[in-house]
């Protein structure tokens, strides 16, 4: 039993203490009079009671949607990060050239701060390729308050590891061949300094040669 609910009983007890002792030491005539007064002061209390716990029913219930909102709010930077991964070319402007690098970008429009691990497993023709740290997962990308970050891996460093340029993975190139010349398996993995914690889905990519940009498989087989 609450504290708040003791004080109504012994506030009732009380009333009917006095309505008793009213009833025997008041001349009869003035009994309704004040049986009367007795009846609008228990209706105020009553009203009094009444606007109390409402008052606490409000208070509570905005209590819990601060707490929900704060915590809303403290998941979100995980998930307001995003990734991008393109094709880019030494000259941007001159679209006639062959990109010569792949970028990652990494966005976060939050107001924390996002660290991230980036791995990509490249292959060539199915064969595994080194990359540097910072797209292996061994380095942290730093991702500051509502910035975006790049970074960028060249072509010939993927290539020459098979022995192979640019210019006759084009020559090399055939419908039949497209998908498997140079892959990618992307997965990002975000941390904050709150705490939260997101890993993307895995995303797989082929770089069309003829086209000259990363195209995602965006269907898959799964248990779904």
């Known amino acids: 039993m609450t504290k708040e609910v003791r004080t109504y009983i012994w506030l009732i007890a009380a009333l009917v203490v006095v309505a008793i002792v009213v009833y025997i030491v008041i001349p009869r005539?003035?009994?309704?009079?004040?049986?009367?007064?007795?009846i609008l002061a228990c209706t105020l209390v009553t009203l009094v009671i009444y606007t109390s716990d409402t008052h606490s029913i409000a208070e509570g219930t905005r209590d819990v949607a601060e707490v929900t909102k704060q915590d809303a709010a403290l998941r979100l930077p995980v998930r307001q990060a995003t990734y991008e991964m393109v094709a880019?070319?030494?000259?941007?402007?001159?679209?006639?050239?062959?990109?010569?690098?792949?970028?990652?970008?990494?966005?976060?429009?939050?107001?924390?701060?996002v660290r991230a691990k980036v791995r990509c497993r490249f292959e060539i023709y199915g064969d595994v390729v080194a990359s540097k740290d910072d797209f292996d997962g061994t380095n942290t990308w730093y991702v500051f308050p509502q910035q975006m970050i790049q970074g960028w891996l060249p072509f010939s460093a993927l290539l020459?590891?098979?022995?192979?340029?640019?210019?006759?993975?084009?020559?090399?190139?055939?419908?039949?061949?497209?998908?498997?010349?140079?892959?990618?398996?992307?997965?990002?993995?975000?941390?904050?300094?709150?705490?939260?914690?997101?890993?993307?889905?895995?995303?797989?990519?082929?770089?069309?040669?003829?086209?000259?940009?990363?195209?995602?498989?965006?269907?898959?087989?799964?248990?779904?």
């Open 88 to 113: 880019a070319r030494a000259n941007p402007k001159n679209v006639e050239e062959d990109p010569d690098r792949t970028l990652v970008r990494l966005r976060n429009p939050s107001t924390v701060l």
């Open 160 to 224: 020459e590891q098979k022995g192979k340029t640019y210019d006759q993975m084009k020559v090399e190139y055939s419908d039949g061949n497209r998908r498997q010349q140079l892959t990618v398996n992307l997965r990002i993995e975000y941390k904050d300094e709150l705490g939260n914690h997101r890993v993307l889905p895995e995303m797989n990519s082929f770089f069309d040669f003829k086209e000259g940009q990363w195209i995602p498989h965006i269907t898959r087989k799964d248990d779904w």
């Open 29 to 38: 005539h003035e009994v309704l009079q004040i049986a009367t007064f007795v």
